[in-house]
């Protein structure tokens, strides 16, 4: 039985996975692109944003990162699976060790004590904010980006259904 918050893990691992897939069919020069929304950044370094911080809260969780070499211009197929490995060891995390996690402090590389619950809150609305700005600059290409929302995860996983009459 998943957990409420493993569930939300699960949907941020789901929904990175969608914009991967989105953004997987673009030409260099999309990726690339400056965005002419509000948006900094580009769709590729937009992405690898998401993968390192992704990689940063698990580390500073205690969980083991994986040294990654991607290319120079990371590649889509080259991010995907590393956002996938973080994302299902984040949702392991959250899982398996959230009481565990709720009883200590952790100390920041820039001089703060924070306790694990606010840095999987991060990781929710960080993932949350560049996936919806990654959205924003493909529908600016003229791509329909994905639904990633949380009412398409449940009907996706089968938690959201029709009443059958």
Request: proline letters at 4%.
């Amino acid at each position: 039985m998943t957990s409420v918050l493993g569930k939300l893990f699960d949907h941020n691992l789901w929904a990175n996975t969608q914009i991967m897939d989105a953004c997987a069919g673009l030409r260099a020069e999309q990726l690339d692109q400056t965005p002419m929304t509000a948006t900094l950044g580009s769709i590729r370094e937009t992405l690898v944003h998401l993968v390192e911080a992704e990689q940063g809260y698990l580390r500073l969780l205690g969980g083991e990162v994986h040294a990654v070499n991607w290319g120079n211009p990371a590649a889509i197929d080259e991010l995907r699976p590393v956002i996938e490995d973080s994302g299902q060891r984040l949702l392991d995390l959250a899982e398996i060790h959230s009481s565990a996690l709720d009883e200590r402090r952790i100390r920041t590389r820039d001089g703060y004590w924070v306790v694990p619950w606010v840095v999987l809150l991060q990781v929710i609305n960080h993932a949350t904010e560049h996936r919806e700005q990654v959205n924003s600059m493909l529908t600016a290409l003229g791509r329909t980006p994905p639904v990633i929302d949380g009412w398409s995860f449940g009907e996706t996983t089968g938690g959201l259904r029709p009443v059958e009459g």
